[in-house]
């Protein structure tokens, strides 16, 4: 069965670069999740989508921003990187009247 | 509001003894809650849910958890661990916000060591 598919996998950045994530949900999932996972730390939800508008915002900083397009797929920018923002970052999406969130394998950012 | 306590950050078991990992959750409504696994370098898997069906759950690789309303908990057990089972483990809680689900808070897991 087709998984939630985040790319890339690895990215390494400099401080005060930007850098953008992809995640392509599940077919026909129309929901989107952001989390982002400090090392050695539970993940912390930052932003989700539902049809294409965004429907939930948790500590997600203003230098990102994200976005869910026509075809579901999503992304996840970040500007002006900071250190503290190495960590991975994951994707999760769920189908509207369903009872499951599935995640990606998620993005590792390096910001050196 | 909705939180999860997990009770002990790390857990360490003999090869084939049972396995008994705590989530005690805070929720303002029913609530949906979810094991997941977490191996090295790896991603979230989904080991077992709660979703109002029935309060045991059972899950993949022998796991199976409780859901315990008159004590807020959704403990996770197997019977006999095995090698294969040491990773980290999160217990997370979600609602039903109509059209979809909410966001998934989650504990701050358990680090399941598994000795030969």
């Known amino acids: 069965a087709a998984g939630v598919i985040q790319s890339p996998r690895h990215l390494i950045k400099e401080k005060r670069e930007t850098a953008t994530l992809k995640c392509y949900p599940i077919?026909?999932?129309?929901?989107v999740y952001w989390y982002q996972q400090g090392p050695g730390q539970d993940p912390q939800f930052l932003i989700s989508?539902?049809?294409?508008?965004?429907?939930d915002k948790g500590s997600i900083p203003d230098r990102f921003s994200a976005q869910q397009f026509s075809d579901y797929h999503s992304e996840l920018n970040m500007s002006s990187l900071e250190l503290g923002d190495s960590a991975l970052y994951f994707c999760?999406?769920?189908?509207?009247?369903?009872?499951?969130?599935?995640f990606g394998e998620g993005s590792w950012l390096t910001v050196v | 509001a909705q939180s999860v306590t997990q009770l002990g950050s790390h857990v360490s078991v003999s090869e084939g003894t049972p396995v008994l990992l705590r989530c005690n959750y805070s929720?303002?409504?029913?609530?949906?809650l979810f094991w997941y696994v977490q191996y090295p370098n790896q991603g979230l898997q989904l080991l077992l849910k709660y979703t109002s069906a029935a309060t045991l759950v059972k899950g993949i690789n022998g796991f199976e958890a409780e859901f315990k309303k008159s004590e807020t908990s959704f403990h996770l057990t197997k019977p006999s661990a095995h090698m294969s089972d040491a990773a980290e483990y999160f217990c997370a809680v979600s609602e039903d916000r109509g059209s979809t689900l909410g966001r998934l808070y989650f504990g701050r897991g358990t680090q399941l060591t598994v000795w030969p």
């Open positions: 989508f539902y049809e294409k508008m965004q429907s």
């Open positions: 929720s303002s409504v029913p609530p949906y």
């Open positions: 077919p026909r999932h129309d929901t």
């Open positions: 999760a999406s769920s189908l509207s009247g369903g009872n499951t969130i599935y």
